[in-house]
């Protein structure tokens, strides 16, 4: 059994933590958020000790450390906000523990590079969830990508909506130097995952941009992407509202849906596995997707011109 520290405990995916940290059969010790309103803890480690201040969370892992020879936390999960994730990881392997960071890793590629010097001097490991790479048809995807020996490149179209309410654009999501805007705040493990199947980016081009709604296309080296995401449920096709869905998901390769649907629950559980095992996501695995995401917040968007995704349209 491993003990775990998590920071971010009352956020939307801390839950998918402490579920994965249970169903694999460790400790939550102590958690940290600056909000209170964390009872889902009880549902899973109710003897954790729980902090709003970073300086007595700090201070209580320090007396951990020293009570125990640094071996009372393993692991430290962060689940807090976008531009604070950077900071937390160094907390966690200067404190002694791994760190298992959600996405995205960073807002920064060059926050990768500081990352690995820490990893040097402290001889601790960041571990990442990238949650699509462990998912069977994702996985089936990339080996018959790998496996097929045409010429030309794959056509695929990505669309993801997940409808938010008027609190988002309130909430420290809204805020661009905050979260690094809507392409990083909910595509970047879409862009991993594309970088993952189809190889090497070769091109980037942002065609729309706007607090709610990003769109663009990318071509790798074995596909040309056209992709679109939004939080905005105007987008949501007529017929997913009907059925009332307020999310929708879409890859096409070749004119072909991949059903990636199923199964999106557990993904976390599976990540912390393969942590667990050795066989994490490293820091050197997020360096495209976070230069894809980079790349997109700050670029100039180049309008309804070339191969721009149909949903643009409206």
């Given at each position: 059994?491993?003990n775990f520290a998590?920071?971010?405990?009352?956020?939307?995916?801390?839950?998918?933590h402490m579920?994965?940290?249970?169903?694999?059969?460790?400790?939550?010790v102590?958690?940290?958020?600056?909000?209170d309103s964390?009872?889902i803890?009880d549902?899973?480690?109710?003897e954790?000790?729980?902090?709003?201040?970073f300086?007595r969370?700090d201070?209580?892992?320090?007396?951990?450390r020293?009570?125990n020879?640094?071996q009372?936390?393993?692991?430290m999960s962060?689940?807090?906000?976008?531009?604070l994730?950077?900071?937390h990881?160094?907390f966690a392997?200067?404190?002694g523990?791994d760190?298992?960071?959600e996405?995205?890793?960073?807002?920064?590629p060059w926050?990768i590079?500081?990352l690995?010097?820490?990893?040097?001097?402290?001889g601790?490991?960041v571990?990442?969830?990238?949650q699509l790479?462990?998912?069977?048809?994702?996985?089936?995807?990339?080996?018959?990508v790998?496996d097929?020996?045409?010429?030309s490149?794959?056509?695929?179209?990505?669309?993801?909506?997940?409808s938010?309410?008027h609190w988002?654009l309130?909430s420290?999501?809204?805020?661009?130097?905050?979260?690094?805007?809507?392409?990083?705040?909910i595509?970047v493990?879409?862009?991993d995952?594309?970088?993952?199947?189809?190889?090497?980016?070769?091109d980037?081009v942002?065609?729309?941009s706007?607090d709610?709604?990003?769109?663009?296309?990318?071509?790798?080296e074995k596909?040309?992407?056209r992709?679109?995401?939004?939080v905005?449920?105007?987008?949501?096709?007529?017929?997913?509202?009907a059925?009332?869905?307020?999310t929708?998901?879409s890859?096409?390769v070749?004119?072909?849906?991949?059903e990636f649907?199923?199964?999106?629950?557990d993904?976390?559980?599976?990540?912390?596995?393969e942590?667990?095992?050795?066989?994490?996501f490293?820091?050197e695995?997020?360096?495209?997707?976070i230069?894809t995401?980079?790349?997109?917040?700050?670029?100039?968007t180049a309008?309804?011109?070339?191969?721009?995704?149909p949903?643009?349209?409206?």
């Open positions: 059994m491993k998590l920071i971010g405990a009352a956020g939307y995916i801390a839950p998918r579920k994965a940290i249970k169903d694999n059969d460790n400790d939550l102590v958690a940290l958020d600056k909000n964390v009872g803890i549902s899973y480690f109710p954790a000790d729980f902090f709003t201040e300086e969370f201070r209580h892992i320090d007396k951990l020293r009570a020879n640094g009372v936390i393993d692991y962060i689940c807090s906000p976008n531009y994730h950077d900071s990881m160094r392997l200067r404190s523990a760190a298992i960071c996405k995205p890793l960073v807002l920064n926050s590079d500081g690995i010097d820490v990893e040097k001097d402290t601790q490991k571990n990442t969830i990238l790479r462990v998912h069977p048809s994702i996985i089936a995807l990339r080996d018959k790998k097929d020996n045409r010429n490149k794959h056509d695929v179209d990505l669309t993801y909506i997940t938010r309410g988002y309130q420290w999501k809204g805020d661009n130097k905050k979260s690094g805007g809507i392409a990083t705040n595509g493990h879409f862009y995952m594309l970088h993952f199947i189809f190889g090497e980016l070769h980037n942002v065609h729309y706007d709610t709604t990003a769109a663009g296309y990318l071509e790798y596909a040309r992407v992709w679109f995401l939004s905005d449920y105007k987008y949501v096709p007529e017929t997913a509202k059925q009332g869905q307020r929708y998901r890859i096409t070749d004119g072909e849906e991949i649907s199923g199964g999106f629950t993904l976390h559980t599976r990540s912390y596995e942590i667990l095992a050795g066989r994490g490293g820091l695995e997020n360096r495209v997707a230069e995401v980079a790349y997109i917040r700050n670029a100039t309008g309804l011109t070339g191969d721009y995704h949903f643009l349209k409206q």
